[in-house]
C-alpha cells in the first residue's frame, strides 16, 4: 500500500508584484522571500507562515494577496 502526500505552493502577491512563497512541507510551512537565497524559516502552520512573510516585508507593506498554486 502506498500514501500519497498532497504538497501545496502559495506565492504571496504585494502592490508591486510577487513578494515571496510558501510551501507545505513534511517539517512544516517553509517561507521564502522573492530573491531571497536561502529559506527565511519553517512554521507549524499556514497562518504563522503567511505573519511571517508579511513581518519580513519593508515596514509599512500592506498585506500581500496569497494564491495557492
Keep these: 500500500m ?4 498532497t504538497r501545496a505552493l502559495w506565492v504571496a ?3 508591486n508584484g510577487v513578494c515571496g ?3 507545505h512541507e513534511d517539517e ?3 517561507v ?3 530573491g531571497a537565497d536561502d529559506v527565511t524559516g ?3 502552520s499556514l497562518e504563522s507562515a503567511k505573519g511571517a ?7 509599512g507593506s500592506a498585506w500581500p494577496r496569497f494564491q495557492e498554486h
Excluded at 502506498?2 to 502526500?5: D, L, M, N, P, W
Excluded at 512573510?53 to 515596514?59: D, G, R
Design 13 to 15: 502577491y504585494g502592490t
Design 21 to 23: 512563497s510558501i510551501r
Design 28 to 30: 512544516g510551512y517553509v
Design 32 to 34: 521564502v522571500m522573492a
Design 2 to 5: 502506498s500514501t500519497t502526500k
Design 53 to 59: 512573510l508579511h513581518s519580513h516585508m519593508p515596514p
Design 42 to 44: 519553517t512554521y507549524p
